[in-house]
T-cell receptor
Framework: GENVGLHLPTLSVQEGDNSIINCAYS??????FIWYKQESGKGPQFIID?????DKRQGQRVTVLLNKTVKHLSLQIAATQPGDSAVYFC????????????FGKGTHLIIQP | NAGVTQTPKFQVLKTGQSMTLQCAQD?????MYWYRQDPGMGLRLIYY???????DKGEVPNGYNVSRLNKREFSLRLESAAPSQTSVYFC?????????????FGPGTRLTVT
């Protein structure tokens, strides 16, 4: 599949505010996307996923939106906390079940007190 | 349940030296993966193994070899290290017991080649 990419490398928000991290993809055949959180010195950690037959999926304080028309997805984090500070990646999964993931460059989310 | 473990955590090599990065998972997953992450970048797939006995190339396989020793273990070997291979290496695994797909990542191996 095509690489996915992110619009902003760094995002700074006040603690308690909502944050939105964006991601664009170029392969219209992509049908599965995952958001990962990576804290400093650690491996990526799964946050939430979405398939192309959905427009929206919600988790605990997180929502992923998928707009297939413009090939764009976003991760919304509500009421941000200091522990949300990390790098966030969107990743695209290949068409075969066992394919690896194609990651974007990442957005560094900074939560200011 | 340790999840995905990797050894070593840190390694410094001289150009031309060889080494093997070890990875093991205890989640009974069929698929395992090796990625590399360069500074300020996302992860890139090096090799993967869909099941014991099978391996396939990813996006950046040159300079690496892999071995799926058994269902639990998947190793990555650098035969002749080069400075361009300085990176953080992550191993991951995934199973098929979820409605959706999820990869579990290890803590990473930070490799420096001088």
């Amino acid at each position: 599949g095509e690489n996915v990419g992110l619009h902003l490398p760094t995002l700074s928000v006040q603690e308690g505010d909502n944050s939105i991290i964006n991601c664009a993809y170029s392969n219209s055949a992509s049908d599965y996307f995952i958001w990962y959180k990576q804290e400093s010195g650690k491996g990526p950690q799964f946050i939430i996923d979405i398939r192309s037959n959905m427009d929206k999926r919600q988790g605990q304080r997180v929502t992923v939106l998928l707009n297939k028309t413009v090939k764009h997805l976003s991760l919304q984090i509500a009421a941000t906390q200091p522990g949300d500070s990390a790098v966030y990646f969107c990743a695209e999964k290949g068409l075969d079940w066992d394919d690896g993931l194609t990651f974007g460059k990442g957005t560094h989310l900074i939560i200011q007190p | 349940n340790a999840g995905v473990t990797q050894t070593p955590k840190f390694q410094v090599l001289k150009t031309g030296q060889s080494m093997t990065l070890q990875c093991a998972q205890d989640m009974n997953h069929n698929s395992m993966y090796w990625y590399r992450q360069d500074p300020g970048m996302g992860l890139r797939l090096i090799y993967y193994s869909a099941s014991e006995g099978t391996t396939d190339k990813g996006e950046v396989p040159n300079g690496y070899n892999v071995s799926r020793l058994n269902k639990r273990e998947f190793s990555l070997r650098l035969e002749s290290a080069a400075p361009s291979q300085t990176s953080v290496y992550f191993c991951a695994s995934s199973g098929r017991d979820r409605k959706y797909y999820e990869q579990y990542f290890g803590p990473g191996t930070r490799l420096t080649v001088t």
